[in-house]
């Protein structure tokens, strides 16, 4: 059996895809969780100690270690979530093994404010003002971090005086109205094929005004700004030399719309389209240059995926995770005595339906029917 790592911030989704599509996968993560080990042949912990972060070194060891045990058997690793904000280690850890994904040099340029919006610019791609420095007036301005992901980096400017900015990824972005969407696309270095639009579960937690929750699609907008949206990730996929699964994320308001930022590897939102074929269609692209068709991956309904952040600080319980582990719209199984602070992310939910307000309806009440009985039970 062909073997592939995958590594993120949370494997799950990635893990599930891998298996399957055939392949005996090793999945290392923050994590852990249960269903992410019951689909691998073996697990590893890349976190660093006393955070929520990747420890370079300990995916590096990973690799090296999964390269001497499985030799030719390995085709390589695939980076997901968090990885965007480590384009020294994708150049690292693809010395080791294969990197099946958007090459360190097009992350590194993607993920550059001056790069990535002198782009935009330079093609007409519309996009909230930026700026490197404060503005005088911080009303209406966010503070974000390009190597950011999952919105945690993003402040208010006139709350952020204080937050530390050591190098050149932050800069200052003008608030946006309208709805958070993505796109999600897959990309072979120079084309790219759009897969849908989708719209994003965005909210606040404690400080952090636009944390990530979770995405709803396919979503249905006007043909004409399907038709840019469509142009915008074809012209920056050749801009940057994108590779594999990727997404666009936008702001649309009306029939106008402004691009944040693009995700230059695997999003969350690929579990909405499809189960197989999602793995063999990242490794044709990366290693092959081919795109598949649309239609091989069009879902059949609106599906919804959202986290469930602890809304206060508790502990699961064992009548806690059996709960957990009975639900099949329940993901990210965490393990019993797991320790949870507020706004802690505890475990995922699914849903589909025949509209992206009935699937946005039935998540929410889902996740707060989730939250009333963990925390009768902490």
């Known amino acids: 059996m062909t073997v592939l790592a995958v590594a993120a911030v949370s494997a799950r989704m990635l893990a599930e895809a891998a298996a399957c599509d ?199 907008v006007p043909p004409d700004l399907a038709r840019r949206i469509g142009d915008a990730v074809r012209v920056l996929s050749a801009e940057f030399g994108l590779r594999g699964w990727c997404s666009l994320d936008f702001m649309r308001d009306g029939d106008t719309f402004g691009v944040l930022e693009v995700n230059p590897r695997p999003p969350a939102s690929l579990s909405l389209y499809a189960q197989r074929g999602l793995i063999d269609a990242q490794l044709r692209a990366c290693l092959h240059g081919e795109l598949p068709r649309t239609e091989a991956f069009a879902p059949q309904r609106v599906a919804g995926v959202e986290i469930a952040y602890a809304r206060r600080a508790l502990t699961l319980t064992p009548a806690g995770a059996q709960h957990l582990a009975r639900r099949p719209d329940v993901h990210d199984l965490p393990a019993a005595g797991a320790q949870f602070a507020a706004g802690d992310p505890i475990c995922s939910l699914s849903a589909t339906g025949d509209s992206v307000g009935q699937v946005r309806a039935w998540l929410g009440a889902a996740r707060e029917a989730l939250m009333d009985t963990l925390e009768k039970s902490s």
């Open 22 to 220: 055939g392949y005996g996968v090793v999945a290392l993560d923050l994590f852990g969780d249960a269903d992410t080990r019951r689909v691998s042949a073996h697990w590893g912990s890349i976190v660093a100690a006393g955070s929520l972060r990747i420890d370079a070194a300990r995916v590096l060891e990973a690799l090296q270690a999964l390269a001497r045990q499985h030799g030719d058997a390995v085709i390589g690793w695939v980076p997901g979530s968090g990885f965007e904000a480590h384009p020294e280690l994708l150049e690292a850890g693809a010395q080791v093994l294969p990197m099946i994904g958007t090459p360190a040099d097009a992350v590194r340029r993607v993920r550059d404010p001056d790069q990535f919006f002198g782009a935009l610019a330079a093609h007409g791609i519309p996009h909230p003002p930026v700026r490197p420095d404060a503005p005088a007036d911080p009303e209406g301005w966010l503070l974000k971090d390009a190597r950011g992901c999952g919105g945690w980096h993003i402040r208010h400017a006139a709350a952020a005086r204080d937050v530390a900015r050591p190098d050149g990824s932050w800069y200052f972005q003008r608030e946006m109205p309208g709805v958070p969407m993505s796109a999600t696309f897959i990309a072979n270095g120079e084309q790219a094929m759009l897969l849908g639009l989708n719209e994003l579960i965005v909210r606040p937690v404690g400080a952090r005004p636009h944390v990530y929750g979770g995405c709803i699609g396919p979503a249905a």
